[in-house]
C-alpha cells in the first residue's frame, strides 16, 4: 500500500521529524546567542587565568586601591 505521510511533518526512513514552532527557534537562538555572549565576556575576564597565563591572586599587591578604605571616617545607620 501507499505510505501516508503525516502531516505538517517530513518522514525520513519510518521516523517522522516534528517542525519546530516558530517561537521555540528564536526562543532558541535568543538563548544560545546568550550562553556566547556569556562564555566570551568569561573569557575576556579570566581567560588568562583558565589558560595558566596567570594566577587569580596576581596583580592585587596593592590594597589601598578602590576598596572602600576612602570611606572608613563615615558611619552607616540601618
Do not use: S
Not at 521516523?15 to 565576556?41: E, S, V
Not at 591572586?57 to 576598596?67: E, I, L, R, V
Amino acid at each position: 500500500g501507499r505510505r501516508r505521510r503525516a502531516r505538517r511533518h517530513d518522514v525520513q526512513g519510518g521516523y517522522t521529524i516534528p517542525h519546530n514552532k516558530r517561537w521555540h527557534t528564536i526562543a532558541g537562538k535568543g538563548l544560545c546567542a546568550t550562553m556566547w555572549f556569556w562564555i566570551f565576556y568569561r573569557a575576556k575576564q579570566d581567560g588568562a587565568v583558565l589558560l595558566g597565563m596567570r594566577h587569580p591572586w596576581d596583580g592585587h599587591d596593592d590594597h589601598a586601591h578602590g576598596h572602600g578604605h576612602a570611606h572608613e571616617h563615615e558611619q552607616f545607620y540601618f
